[in-house]
């Protein structure tokens, strides 16, 4: 008999921008399990990039409310940095370009973190090098982009491999994917998606969050959840996505939220 | 040696020199020219500054802490014994820990005090031949105090490929002391070198080099200034290029040390198609001042000249760059380009920026830019949530802010013991300040 691993348990998590004090998330429960991949939909200002940004640690949001356990570890209180070398990874809606830091310079320096973090020695330079080689060839990456800059001059392409690059590299527990399917074309897509799916596995856990149903095309979510001005309104399987498709996300707007969206 | 046995021309100029001094005196605060540098706090504290040679009396033995102050430049230093270089400890030859057999013949690389008992030869024409010593207070002052230095001579047409140091050292363990090196580059036409003066020390120390350049026609030289003397230092480098037809100049102005340090670089185009590039990075934390002053002086037709100077500041630091870029009538075609970025890493550093051009020429093309600001929170966002710890983003982001000047040094061991440096600095150790 299976044990299932809970590795990522949201109650009734309720964030506001610092600046301004306007709440987007409104009351978010979710949780989500080892070998899992959920799926966040939901139309523009919905506050799934909030979500995103809140859990991986960025300034700017006040969370006024509710828990998140990660690995049943309050992950609220950890900086983003130990997030990070706890297993939580953010694949950035908007890569950043770094000026002046070597791609393989960095990833090694942020492996090494995180190697630390987990009492491992070191990674030497040879076997860093395998390694990369091997990831980068999930995604084809090209050698070129390995030594370049950080995202410095990256097509929008380039850009999504090299952070499904850096999440195989250094191998999250959860993987949280913003927008990972915007700004690519359909080749780019699915050399994207491809990567993601031979990331998937029982242990790690994957949250995509998305606008559109097209992403879903190539990575199967497990569940379903649409959120809907700060709150989960509506989760489902795979069917939820074509429905969204066909009648847009106005029908649920239209009615009252349910239970405010039990996850799985 | 004693100031009577120098040769006439040597004598000349320390007498000119201390004549425009008295008659000059010392900048004044309220001179445009030294505003960002605290001219006060440099009097009040000169008189105590005395050359290392009146108190002794002799020539300086090198003391442990100058040793290690040499030690420090790590790979360009002595311990290397790989490059051609004169070290001098508080402005008088160290010929010990100097190394300068095997250069190509015809090449002159030599301390001054050694050819000053020699017949004058092109040293006599070559020295104070751009006069800054007549109407510039701390060349003057350098003028009259003239006993040692460096005059490299490059014959026309001769290459040399490994680049030469020139190591002061400023030993300020025993007592405040000052030094007035001179260093005298000429290169003949079509010669190319690399210099490297690498000013570092211990201690209280006045240190007012001077630095005089003629580039024959088509000349090219390398030629790089690393000022990192101790966080009680007092500099005040100037130097002067003067550059004959087609000759290229690349200059790196590297700064990170000292209570007050302020650079000076003129550069003067004077043969057709001459060209510049001056290259600077500065970095000061805690209550330094770092002050960088550049006149690049387009008088000829087809020159051109870029600069880049970056500033890093910390703490309370103060810093300048106040660049001026003159095209005189004569300079159709010019094409002057000047940029400076710096960064803040606090919000009690304060910079000061004065980009200035003064163009009498209408067939030109002139850029000027200046900005400033702080270390990208999206940047630093993105490495953390890579595991990276904020002080690990910092220092990344830093390295990489620097890097843009610190990769166009050509000298190898320089770049590594500046990337050094820089690491150093930001972790806060204090060897590295």
């Not at chain 1, 828990?67 to 209180?77: A, E, H, Q």
């Not at chain 1, 983003?80 to 706890?86: D, V």
């Not at chain 2, 250069?103 to 017949?119: D, I, Y």
């Not at chain 2, 701390?138 to 105090?145: L, S």
Request: some cysteine; glycine content about 10%; aromatic content about 6%.
């Amino acid at each position: 008999m299976n044990v299932t691993t809970t590795i990522l348990e949201i109650r009734g998590l309720k964030a506001r921008i610092a600046e301004d004090g306007t709440e987007i998330l409104k009351g978010v429960d979710l949780t989500v399990n080892a070998g899992e991949v959920h799926a966040i939909m939901g139309p523009n200002g919905s506050g799934k990039s909030t979500l995103a940004h809140v859990l991986s640690g960025r300034e700017g949001y006040e969370v006024t409310d509710g828990t998140v356990l990660y690995k049943g570890k309050d992950l609220l209180s950890m900086p983003p940095e130990e997030r990070a070398r706890e297993g939580v990874f953010l694949s950035f809606q908007y890569p950043v370009e770094i000026p002046g830091v070597a791609n393989t310079y960095f990833l090694r320096m942020a492996l090494n973190a995180v190697r630390k973090h987990r009492g491992l020695p070191e990674v030497d330079a040879m076997d860093f090098l395998a390694l990369v080689e091997e990831k980068a060839a999930l995604v084809e990456m090209e050698d070129a982009l390995l030594s370049r800059n950080v995202n410095e001059g990256f097509s929008g392409g380039e850009k999504k491999r090299n952070e499904i690059f850096q999440m195989a590299v250094l191998d999250p527990t959860l993987a949280i994917l913003d927008e990972t399917d915007s700004g690519l074309d359909i080749d780019a897509l699915r050399v994207v998606a491809s990567g993601v799916n031979s990331l998937r596995s029982a242990d790690r856990a994957m949250l995509l969050i998305t606008h559109y149903q097209r992403l879903l095309n190539y990575i199967t979510p497990d569940v379903i959840h649409v959120l809907s001005d700060g709150r989960i309104v509506r989760t489902g399987d795979k069917s939820l996505a074509l429905l969204l498709e066909e009648k847009g996300y106005g029908w649920l707007e239209a009615e009252a939220p349910v239970g405010a969206g039990k996850a799985s | 040696m004693s100031a009577t046995a120098s040769p006439l021309f040597v004598q000349n100029l320390r007498h000119e020199g201390l004549e425009a001094l008295g008659r000059l005196g010392l900048p004044r605060p309220s001179d445009e020219e030294w505003r960002y540098t605290s001219v006060a706090t440099l009097e009040k504290r000169l008189p105590e500054f005395v050359p290392a040679v009146a108190r002794s009396g002799a020539r300086p033995a090198a003391s442990e802490e100058a040793r290690a102050a040499v030690a420090s430049l790590g790979p360009i230093g002595v311990a290397g014994r790989r490059l051609h270089q004169l070290v001098f400890v508080n402005g008088r030859l160290d010929s010990g820990l100097s190394r300068f057999d095997g250069l190509p013949s015809g090449v002159r690389f030599e301390a001054l005090s050694r050819l000053f008992g020699e017949p004058p030869g092109l040293l006599a024409k070559r020295l104070g031949l751009l006069g800054g010593h007549r109407s510039h207070p701390f060349v003057a002052m350098n003028a009259a105090h003239l006993l040692d230095g460096v005059f490299l001579h490059v014959p026309d047409g001769v290459v040399l490929a490994e680049p030469l140091l020139v190591v002061h050292v400023a030993d300020g363990s025993a007592g405040p002391v000052a030094s007035h090196p001179r260093v005298v580059l000429s290169l003949g036409e079509n010669a190319q070198a690399t210099v490297v003066e690498a000013y570092c020390g211990t201690g209280e120390a006045f240190v007012n080099p001077v630095t005089e350049i003629v580039l024959g026609a088509h000349a090219h030289l390398d030629h790089s200034t690393l000022q990192e003397e101790s966080p009680e230092a007092f500099h005040v480098g100037t130097t002067e290029a003067h550059l004959g037809p087609g000759a290229q100049l690349f200059s790196h102005v590297l700064s990170v040390g000292g209570r007050i340090a302020r650079n000076e670089l003129t550069v003067r185009l004077h043969g057709d198609g001459a060209g510049a590039t001056l290259d600077g990075l500065f970095l000061a934390r805690g209550e330094q001042q770092v002050d960088n002053h550049t006149l690049v002086d387009h008088a000829r037709p087809h020159c051109g000249s870029q600069q880049y100077y970056k500033g890093i500041l910390d703490g309370s630091a103060r810093g300048a760059f106040d660049g001026k870029v003159i095209v005189r009538p004569a300079g159709a075609f010019t094409d002057a380009h000047q940029k400076n970025r710096n960064l803040l890493l606090s919000d009690t550093a304060r910079i000061d920026a004065k980009p200035q051009l003064e163009i009498y020429n209408n067939d030109v093309k002139c850029t000027h830019g200046s900005a400033t600001g702080r270390l990208d929170a999206d940047a630093l966002f993105y490495l953390r949530s890579r595991a990276l710890s904020e002080g690990q983003a910092r220092s990344v982001l830093t390295l990489a802010f620097a890097s843009e000047i610190v990769d166009r040094i050509p000298v190898e061991p320089l770049r590594a013991h500046l990337t050094e440096r820089v690491l150093g600095w930001l972790a806060g150790s204090p060897e590295a300040s």
